[in-house]
C-alpha cells in the first residue's frame, strides 16, 4: 500500500505491506533508525515519536494508519545544529547512560511538557514520574530522568557549559 | 578550570550529543547491505525428547534461502558452547551446541533456524517448522534436581554440576558454635531475575570473501572474548574474526557471554559467504538470555553474649539453569567471599552445591553473587540484632572491621585494601534522620493503626575489580584480570587512548578524557577515546564486575605515566638539560631553577614524530601501552538505609525515603558515579520489590515479556539520596575502586529488612522476595497464624520457592519468636 507520511519536516512515500509498524516504516524503509524496538508489548515506549503534535508508541500504529499524517523522531528534535532544549536537559542533567530508552525518552517529556503548557498545569517531580509511566529505563533508576524534565520544564537549560554545575539531588 | 582538577569535576559526557539525537548506532541500527535475516525455533517445552523436525514448508515459503537444523550444521563446531569457569576438578558440564540436537532442555532452546531475505520472512517461516516433541517431566525446583528424580542429562547421571567448598578451618567453625551465647538461621531465596536491558541482543556478521575474514558486530559487553571464544568454538582463525561492539544499550551481566546466535551467525556467514543478521524479540529475550539469581542460601551466624559474630556458617544451592554458560558455575564463588560482610569474623564456612534445572541458563546479572551474599549475611545481622535485643545499627557496629584494621585479612584469606565501614554508617543513618525515625516509629506502634514504618538498613563490601590474574586462576577462572590500555601523542599535540574496556553505557569515553587530561595536564576534547572494536583494540578483558575504573582505568593512567617519562626524556635532550631537572606542569615542561627553559608536551610529541633530533637510544613517536594485572580486587563499600510504609490491610509498600552512601575511593566524575548509584539501586530495589522470572510447574516461563515482568517504572521507584565518603584504594595510583554493581549490591537486603522491621511488631520475621502485595500480606497472615501462606500454591507456583507452602524466608526454630512459622 501506498503511503505519504511528513517526516521531520519532509513528505516520504513509501510502499508497504498492511501489517507495516510505524517503527519498520522509520527505520528499515526511511532509515531513521534513532527510534528504538525495545519490546514487543508496547511496554517499553523506546520507540516513542510524535504522531501529529502527539506522542505514540510506534510500535502499535500501522504504517498506513499514518498515512497524511505528520511525524517527528529524534531526528527532527535537533535544529540548526544545536540540541533541543529537553536534549540540553538530559545531557546536563546525566538523564541517560546507555542511551537506549533515550530518544523515547525525550519524544515523551517534551510531549508531557506540552500537554501541561497547554493545560496551564505546572509539573511536579509526581507528575513527571507518572506522564514518564509508559516509558521504562534500566540504567538511571529514572532519578536524572525526572531531574531533566524537570529542569526543562522550569527552563533550567543552557546554564552548564561542559561542567555541570547542579549538585545532587533533585528538587 | 585547569586541567590538574578534570579529576573530580562533574564533566557532562561527551557520548551524549549521538545517543540524544539518533545518530548514536547500536547493533540493529547498522544498514548491512545484502543481509540474510536469521531466525530461530525454539523449544516450547522445558523438557521434552526431538522424535522428528520437518522444514519443507518453512524452506518453501516466500522470502526464505535456507532452514537448518543441528544436524546440518555439525560441521561448523570445532568445540561445544565454551564455559570459561570450570569451578573443579570434576565439574559436571553437558556437551552444549547452539542447536539442540536430540532433547532441549528449557522453553526457549533453539531446536532449528530459518534464513530468509526480510525478518518478517523468517519469522513467519518458524511458524512452519514442525517439530515433534516427546515431553519430558520439567525440573524448576532446585532441591527437586538435587535428588535427581528426573535426570536432566542422562549421560551425566545425575544433575548436580559441582560441589564446591571453600576449605578453611572447620574446627574453629564448630567451636564458635559450640561456644555461642546466640545463634541465628536464616534461609533465604534469591528468585530468578530477568536482566532486561533495553536494547535486546543483536548480531550482524559480515563476511570478506576474498580476504577479510568475518567481521562480527554484536551488542556485547565483551567482543575481545568473543572473539577468542568464537575461535575456539568454530574453528575459524583467531585472525580471520573482527568483532566489534557498536553502541551497545545496556548489559548488567547479560551481555557478558557467548551465546548461540553469535556462533550462529559468524559459523553461517562465513560459510555462506553472505551476511547474516538476527535481532532479538523481547519475548525471546526472556527465554534465550542468560537469567540472573537463582539460589536458596541457608546461613547460621554464631555470636557472644554482646553479638560480636564469632562465626558464620553458610549452605547454598545454585540453579545453573539448562546448561552452563560462560562464567555460570561461578557466579555462586563470587559471592562466596562476602557472607562474612563487613564485619571482622574469625571463622567462616562455606559449601555450595550446583544443580542443573529445565530452565533458562543462569549467569552474571548486575552484582554476580554478590548481591545475593550480601542479602544473606545483611537479613541475618538483623535478626541477631532481634536475637540480642539491640538495634539493627548497634549490632553493626559492634561487628564492623574499624577503619585502623586496613588492610585487613579476612577469614578467607583476602585482603580488604581500605574503608571506613563507621563513618560510611553514620553519614547514611545521620542522613536519613535515624534517631528521629526510631521515635516515630515507637510513637505510632503506640498509636496503634494499619500503616506501619520500617527503617532497614545494609552495611556492604562489593568486591571488584575482577583481577588479579593468579587470584582468579585459584578460582579456576580461564582468562585473566588484566587490563591494556596505550596512550598515543599525535603530531598535532592530541592524544589517541585506546582502551579493552568496552562500554555499553557507563560513559567510558568521558572518564578516561578525563584521567587522560589530568594527567598529561591536556584538554579532554583533545583526547580521543578508542575501544570496542578488536581491529582497533585488539588486547582487552573487557567489561564486568565493576572492572573498567580499576584495572582499565589505571592501565591508562600508567601508560600516560610512562608517555611522560619518554617525552621527558626527549625534552630533556631538547632544552640540553638533564632529565631529572624537568616538571611537567599544565602540559608544559619547565627546567627547575630556569623559568624561561620550557617545552611544551605537544612540541615533544611534533619531535617525537619528526624523529629529527631525539636523544640516540630513543625510538620515534611517543606512545605507551600497559597491560595492568593489578595486585588485589578493590573493595568498595557503603551503607544504605531505606524508609517504608507498609499497609497491613492491603499489603502494599511504599518507599518513603532511601538514602545511600557508597565509597568507591576516588570519583574520576561524581555526575557518573551517582548515575550509577541511582541505576544499581534501583535494580535491588527492583529484586526486592517487583522482579521475578516465575515459571510453572511444567518449566513455561510465566513472566516472559515487558508486560508480565515487573521491570519498575518512574512512578514505582522513589527519589533517592545520596550521601558519599571517599576513602581511596591503596592498591592504585588513582585511587579508585569502581561502582557499577555497588548500588544493587546492597539495596535488596536494605528493603526488605525495611519491611521486616516494619512488620516485626506483627511477630514477621521473614520476607519472601519480591515483596509484592501478596508476599507481604500472607507474611503478615502467616505471622497471625492464620494460614494464609498457603495462597500461594493456588495462584502462583514459584521455582525458586524450594518449599511452595511456605514463604521463602522460612528461619529456623531457635529464631522464631512463639514459634512464628
Redesign the interface.
Known sequence: MRVTVTVNGVARDADV?P?TLLVHLL?ETL??????????????G?CTIHLDGRSVKSCTVLAVQADGSDVT???G??TGGE?HPM?RA???N?G????????GM?MASTALIAEAEADGTTLD??A???G???????????????ASVLACARGEVGN?T?????Q???A | MSTTDVIGSRRLRREDPALLTGEGRYTDDLPIPGALHMALVRSPFAHARITAIDTTEAAAAPGVRAVYTAADLEHLWANPMPCAWPVTDDMRNPAHYPLAKDKVAYVGDAVALVLAESNAAARDAVELVDVDYDPLEAVIDLEDALSDRVVIHEDLGTNVSYRWDLELDEDAVQAAFDGAAHTVSGRFVQQRLLPMAMEPRAVAAVPAPFGGGVTLYSATQVPHILKVMAAVTTGISEADIRVVAPSVGGGFGSKLNVYAEELLALALANERKEPVRWVEERGENAQATIHGRGQIQEIDLAADADGKVTGVRVRLIGDMGAYLQLVTPGIPLLGAFLYCGVYDVPAFSFTCTSVFTTMTPTDAYRGAGRPEATYAIERAMDLLAAEVGVDPAEIRRRNYITKDKFPYTAVTGLEYDSGDHEGAAAIALDLAGYEALRSEQAERRAAGGTKHLGIGMSSYFEMCGLAPSRVLASLNYSAGGWESATVRMLPTGKVEVVSGATPHGQGHETSWSMIVAERLGVSPDDVEVLHSDTAISPHGMDTYGSRSLPVGGVAIAMACDRVIDKARQIAAHQLEAAAGDLELSGGVFRVKGSPDKEMPLAAVAFEAFTAHDLPDDLEPTLEAQVTYDPPNFSWPFGTHVCVVEVDEETGAVEVRDYVAVDDCGTQINPMIVEGQVHGGIVQGLAQALFEEAVFDADGNPQAASLAEYLVPAAPDVPSLRLGHSVTPSPTNSLGVKGVGEAGTIGAASTVINAIVDALSHLGVTEMRMPASPLHVWEAIQAARGTGGEGLVAEIATDTAGADRDAPSDTLSPQTQPGGGA
Open positions: 505491506e501489517r527505520r532509515g531513521l533508525t534513532g527510534t528504538n524496538v525495545g519490546c514487543d508489548t508496547t511496554s517499553c523506546a523522531t529524534i531526528e528534535m535537533a540540541l536534549q538530559f545531557m546536563e546525566h541517560l547512560q546507555c542511551g537506549y530508552c533515550t530518544p525525550v517531580e509526581r513527571v514520574r507518572e514518564l509511566e509508559g516509558n521504562l529505563c534500566r540504567c538511571t533508576g529514572y532519578q536524572n530522568i525526572v552548564a561542559d561542567v555541570q554545575v547542579r545532587g539531588a533533585v
